[in-house]
């Protein structure tokens, strides 16, 4: 029987620790590819994450306020797309083994990556191009993701046991974990660069939308102009991005992505503190200990998630 997603994710995982990181060829089998071949350009756009810290959501609101000038609100992209087809990421497009032609791209052009910073391809920091990290806190992230990855056991198959699931995590091993190793390469990145990295976090973000929309558009040099602020522009993009917009959405309702998974499975709860219903008070104490342990001394923090 073929190992499922699950198993393969959390289980036995099958994992490659290259240079620090657990990099699953199995899944994403164009990680090197893209290292050795994605030619990044000045005006390019990169958006960072670790799997299930609001990708979904930064892809869509960025893709937005980068092209308003392109779309209205009618007539927009993803009303029938799903974020991830519009920004897509760097590993799925050198997974074939080909290498895909993305000269001919609009201008400028928006890229999604899983790797952590010390492992992007050398001409995104070469090119100076923009990256934007947006990270979530671990509990939340873990929670997600076990959900996510569960949703593809089959239906008569029971969850993986949380404590299992829990012990990789923890222990560093996740996609393209360590977590807190991911989160800090960026974190260093944006404080030595702050003006072509910008680190957001996804209870920043939920807390206060609009206020970090502008944030968004300042730092992508296309900040929301006087006539755009006094008809809303920005408070229509928060609202037309939003888990419960994207979630009315037919395409999120029934459509796969590129990779065959079912697009609802990107949208669950979309909150922060979620992982209050699902993670027994021994494992929230030791993911904060370690968090802790391994950001506070950087000065990184996670407030109001418990
Ligand atoms: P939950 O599982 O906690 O609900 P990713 O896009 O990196 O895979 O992350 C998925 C997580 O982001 C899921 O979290 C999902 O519900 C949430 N999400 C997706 N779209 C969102 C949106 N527009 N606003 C807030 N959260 C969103």
Not at 39 to 44: F, G, N, S, V, W
Not at 113 to 119: A, K, R
Request: proline fraction near 8%; aromatic fraction near 14%; glycine fraction near 6%.
């Amino acid at each position: 029987k073929p190992l499922s997603i699950v198993e393969k994710g959390w289980k036995t995982f099958h994992p490659t620790q290259y240079q620090g990181f657990w990099i699953h060829l199995e899944f994403f089998p164009g990680v090197l590819a893209c290292r050795e071949h994605f030619k990044a350009c000045k005006d390019d756009i990169i958006l960072n994450t670790t799997p299930k810290s609001g990708t979904t959501w930064l892809k869509a609101l960025t893709f937005t306020i980068t092209n308003r000038a392109r779309h209205d609100f009618h007539n927009h992209p993803l009303l029938a797309t799903n974020p991830h087809a519009l920004v897509p990421f760097l590993e799925d497009l050198y997974s074939d083994g080909k290498i895909p032609n993305l000269t001919n791209l609009p201008s400028p052009r928006l890229f999604s990556s899983h790797l952590p910073y010390q492992l992007l391809p050398t001409s995104i920091i070469e090119s100076n191009c923009r990256i934007i990290y947006l990270c979530r806190n671990p509990k939340d992230t873990f929670v997600s993701m076990w959900c996510f990855l569960n949703n593809f056991l089959p239906e008569d198959e029971p969850p993986v046991p949380m404590e299992e699931a829990f012990e990789l995590f923890h222990g560093g091993i996740s996609i393209f974990g360590p977590f807190w190793e991911h989160f800090l390469g960026y974190w260093k990145a944006s404080l030595e660069r702050p003006e072509r990295v910008l680190f957001m976090k996804y209870e920043e973000l939920k807390e206060d939308p609009t206020f970090h929309l502008r944030r968004l558009a300042e730092f992508l040099g296309c900040p929301f102009s006087i006539e755009e602020e006094s008809e809303g522009l920005v408070e229509k993009i928060e609202r037309f991005c939003s888990f419960e917009s994207l979630t009315s959405l037919e395409v999120n309702k029934s459509g796969k992505t590129n990779r065959g998974y079912p697009n609802k499975n990107f949208f669950r709860r979309g909150i922060v503190g979620d992982w209050k219903n699902h993670l027994p008070a021994e494992m929230s104490e030791k993911l904060d200990q370690l968090s802790q342990q391994k950001l506070e001394a950087f000065g990184l923090t996670f407030k109001d998630v418990g």
